[in-house]
């Protein structure tokens, strides 16, 4: 869930662009880049929007660069 739909702002272009950096992320790495199992904590790090990779997989930084550019947050 984009950051803008939890604070229940107008859904934009950047939400998609939000859902893809999500899916690319979930597509190297294998799990999703806020997971855990209580679902009120995945909106505190969604909010908090603290992107990690593991160290056990090789990203590329251009790779790391798209992901974080997908999900950054506009806070204007």
Known sequence: ?????????????????????????????????????????????IMKHEILYPSFIEISEECKNLISSLLAVDKT
């Open 1 to 45: 869930m984009a950051p803008e739909i939890i604070c229940g702002d107008n859904i934009s272009i950047n939400s998609d662009y939000w859902s893809l950096g999500i899916i690319l992320y979930e597509l190297v790495v294998g799990i999703p880049p806020f997971y855990h199992e209580n679902e009120e904590l995945v909106i505190e790090l």
